[in-house]
């Protein structure tokens, strides 16, 4: 079998054989990276392969077993406290009766919303952030979630609609970002501008929130509180199925679109040379951010900061070459998870929303985010 040979510049000035088109193309994989190759089963054989980099997958493992630890002694710390032998005969179904009705009915609900509600808030942030090539850009930040909150108080609090609250938070969510990217005609997605159209949309909206709950009996303003500040405790079932299906077909979305998004940190005129439909990608991603954070905003309400803190746990720890999908959305779980079990048991008996303990804990990030030199703020 005949091989073609040429010397090519590369990083290490490798030799690269090229072989026919039905063998295996040997090419070195890059330094960082693994390449995994695999033979399709068609009439004509072909091989396939992908780069996978190390340091992401490295990074991911450790999330996924840090993520995994805290959800355990989620479940195990609280009023009642189970020792490991006995959280792991409750998750058997095995135990006392009082230990699994705790940690079935109230404490894995709670832990399941509080996995898809970090994961949703964490790649939204992520998508946005590397859209705008700046880490402020997050749907907290720039009004998404001012937006999702106020209609979702607004069917609440009866002003003459019929949706239940997260369908409006959806419709609140996409109108936000729409006006939004509205008022930043001519600047894009990218700078400050953008950043400046979205606090002053999330202004308008946290007014709007503000006004409705002012003019509304107390029991009813109190049904509608922990729509505005974000909490865990007794999310709508069917809301939390919705937004388990909207985050799988999210992720498959994000992860597609991560290699656009990779090419467009460069300049407008390089990523259209190397093939990337600009505005047809910006689009797609604004939308896939504004799906994940209205159903997060339906399930928690507005938990804010996590969009922020998520995605810059998962760049320090990942490549830089790549846009941290997967990443991403374990280190929001995480950040969800850490807080809520914070808020559940700091004050105990008293309980603070998800909601506060994150925006305590991303006040001084994002203070840090903004006294570090400019070079660096952006993605």
């Known amino acids: 079998m005949s091989h073609l040979s040429f010397r090519s510049r590369t990083l290490h000035d490798r030799t690269l054989d090229i072989p026919q088109l039905s063998d295996e193309v040997r090419v070195p994989a890059p330094p960082g990276s693994w390449r995994l190759a695999w033979r399709w089963p068609v009439a004509e054989p072909r091989w396939a392969s992908v780069l996978v980099e190390r340091r992401s997958v490295i990074a991911n493992l450790l999330l996924t077993v840090v993520l995994l630890l805290s959800s355990l002694m989620y479940l195990a710390v609280g009023s009642v406290v189970l020792g490991p032998l006995e959280l792991l005969a409750v998750l058997r179904g095995e135990g006392d009766m009082v230990a699994a009705f705790m940690v079935h009915e109230l404490r894995l609900p709670r832990l399941t919303a509080a996995w898809l509600t970090g ?9 946005m952030q590397t859209l705008a090539r700046n880490r402020l850009a997050t749907p907290g930040i720039i009004g998404i979630d001012n ?47 953008f950043i400046v159209a979205g606090i002053g949309v999330g202004a308008v909206f946290g007014a709007i929130t503000q006004l409705l709950l002012a003019r509304v009996g107390i029991d009813t303003a109190n049904a509608a509180y922990p729509w505005t ?22 992720l498959l979305l994000a992860m597609w679109l991560s290699r656009s998004l990779s090419l467009m940190r460069f300049s407008d005129a390089v990523a259209q040379g190397l093939g990337i439909v600009i505005q047809r990608r910006r689009w797609q991603v604004l939308t896939v951010s504004v799906l994940l954070t209205g159903l997060a905003v339906a399930v928690a309400g507005p938990v804010g900061m996590v969009g922020l803190i998520g995605p810059e746990i998962a760049r320090s720890l990942s490549s830089r070459r790549g846009v941290p999908i997967i990443g991403s959305a374990l280190a929001g779980a995480l950040v969800m998870v850490l807080s809520d ?20 804990v991303g006040g ?16």
């Open 119 to 127: 994961a949703a808030f964490a790649v939204a942030g992520c998508l």
């Open 147 to 193: 937006g999702a909150t106020a209609f979702a108080v607004a069917s609440v609090v009866g002003i003459s609609v019929s949706l239940a609250p997260p369908a409006m938070a959806l419709m609140g969510a996409a109108t936000a970002a729409a006006i939004t990217f509205g008022l930043a005609v001519g600047g894009g997605t990218r700078g400050y501008r």
């Open 229 to 250: 500040i974000g909490t865990l405790n007794a999310r709508p079932a069917n809301a939390m199925v919705v937004l388990a299906v909207g985050l799988a077909i999210g």
């Open 341 to 360: 079990l914070v808020g559940r048991v700091l004050l105990a008996p008293i309980e603070l929303p998800v909601g506060i303990v994150t925006a305590v």
């Open 364 to 379: 001084p990030w994002l203070l840090w985010i903004l006294l570090r030199p400019a070079s660096r703020n952006l993605v």
